[in-house]
């Protein structure tokens, strides 16, 4: 039975985020339950061509994103792929009408990733829309449940979200996103040069998206909220952590919350959520 397959598929994709990410995964958890599947089909598509730019070094990656990407529009087109995180993907899209462009927009930012470079200001903008505010609007498509006012009301919010949580990625894997594959995200800026004042400046931009990604959630339909929450309780504990890092450091290591700071986490956002204190 088809019915079978499509369970395994969406297993599948919640242990693919379970397994690359701890602090999306237990926002997920907090979601309504009709809203975690979709979520977790959308990390899993998401994850697995981040993975193949990333990680599939030795590895023809330019057609392996290629095949990917070709793939996924089959999979969407037919209702069915038999490789399970599509599967997952494609169900998602088409229960919830996720725009084709979103989808095109994200994949156009990997393919960016397949080549070393310094971005300017445009390239960044670009990769910023493609790699995360497009994937935080495949979300909100999925928590509005096809209300398109909705959507279209809270669409700016969602993509300052995004963006907020990719530029906090970028910080923390500085070291890793130049030294192990070539890249320096941020625009204008030498990394051998990168100083307590160009640190600012970054975490300036960062806090303007923060603000403007918190309304937002506050907005969210009752289901999604606490979900959305603790994801950016988690980002923004991590924001604070790297603004308190010097800059030498944060060049040299990879700044982490501990499991035992992420429960805590959990803890004073759930009693804050309970007494309505977002």
Known sequence: MKAIFDHISQEMSELTTKRYSTSFSLGISFLQKELQQPIYAIYGFVRFADEIVDSFHGFDKVKLLADFKVQTY?????????????????????????????IETFLNSMEMDLQKQTFDQGKYETYILGSAEVVGLMCLKVFVNGD???????????????????????????????????????????????????????????????????????????????????AYKYYFKLFKKIKQTPAELVLTERIRIPNYRKMRILFTSYVRHNLNLL
């Not at 089959?74 to 979103?102: C, D, G, R, T």
């Open 74 to 102: 089959e999979a969407i087109a037919s209702e069915i792929s038999l490789n399970p995180i599509l599967n997952s993907f494609q169900w998602a899209v088409n229960k919830y009408q996720i725009p084709h462009e979103l």
């Open 148 to 230: 398109a006012n909705e959507y279209e009301k809270l669409k700016p919010y969602a993509m300052k979200l995004g963006a907020a949580f990719q530029k906090i990625n970028f910080l923390r894997d500085l070291k890793a996103d130049y030294q192990e594959l070539g890249r320096t995200y941020f625009p204008g800026i030498n990394l051998k040069e990168f100083n307590t004042e160009l640190k600012k400046e970054i975490e300036a931009d960062i806090a303007i998206d923060f603000q403007k990604g918190y309304e937002g959630i506050l907005m969210l339909p009752k289901s999604a909220r606490f979900g959305v929450y603790m």
